[in-house]
């Protein structure tokens, strides 16, 4: 599965959007890109994933860039409960679920 | 539908131990993988069972091993308990194939202590 590099933190004002970058520039045509979070003392939380078309769930929206090299997850109106560190995970869909998850993001929202 | 359910939430054994997890897989889904989480990392995969079989396993030694059941409940052993063993444990389960297939609920995860 291909790398992905992640900011370390950041910050967001509550009800602002927050805007989580990831380079995943290695990756192959057939992987997708997957987010998923994990707010403290709990387990990871599935957000969305994509393969180069944008989407968007009630939780989230997520940008690809049109090589693919990066993306972007959009939280549209952050909320105290989103604080969480934010994984973004590239990896080929189908049988085997082997997730490599990296340090992730810690985003914080702040009142 | 249930969610993913751990147990135990917290134990504390001492070096040289062996110690069971279990968890309860979403109901309806077949597959269920596992991962450690050591203090402040990502989680690592330490291996997946589907339809009772062992079919993918992370960088873990053979003193970590599992069971899947019938009914897609499953158990994670660890023999020769080391200190860096203590982490916590986290379940997940999923629905076998097809596109959707990334998409794993994980549970709360059974913290262990080793001292």
């Known amino acids: 599965d291909a790398k992905t590099t992640q900011p370390p933190s950041m910050d967001c004002a509550e009800g602002r959007a927050a805007n989580l970058p990831c380079n995943h520039s290695?990756?192959?045509?057939?992987?997708?890109v997957y987010w998923y979070r994990q707010i403290h003392s709990q387990g990871p939380q599935y957000i969305i994933h994509?393969?180069?078309n944008n989407e968007t769930n009630e939780m989230a929206s997520l940008i690809i860039t049109e090589d693919r090299k990066s993306s972007t997850l959009i939280l549209p109106h952050a909320t105290l409960r989103d604080t969480a560190v934010y994984y973004c995970?590239?990896?080929?869909?189908?049988?085997?679920?082997?997730?490599?998850f990296g340090a992730g993001t810690t985003v914080t929202v702040r009142a | 539908e249930t969610g993913v359910t751990q147990s135990p939430t917290h134990l504390i054994k001492t070096r040289g131990q062996q110690v069971t997890l279990r968890c309860s897989s979403q109901?309806?889904?077949?597959?269920v993988s596992w991962y450690q989480q050591a203090l402040g990392q990502g989680p690592q995969f330490i291996f997946q069972?589907?339809?009772?079989?062992?079919?993918g396993r992370g960088n873990f030694p053979p003193r970590f091993s599992g069971l899947q059941f019938p009914n897609y409940s499953s158990e994670l052993n660890v023999n020769a308990l080391e200190l860096d063993d203590s982490a916590l444990y986290l379940c997940?389960?999923?629905?076998?194939?097809?596109?959707?297939?990334?998409?794993?609920?994980f549970g709360e995860g059974s913290r262990l202590t080793v001292l």
């Open positions: 997940a389960s999923s629905v076998g194939t097809g596109r959707l297939s990334g998409e794993l609920f």
């Open positions: 995970i590239v990896r080929v869909a189908g049988n085997d679920y082997k997730l490599s």
């Open positions: 069972y589907y339809r009772e079989e062992e079919n």
């Open positions: 994509g393969l180069k």
């Open positions: 290695t990756i192959s045509g057939n992987e997708y």
């Open positions: 109901s309806g889904h077949n597959t």
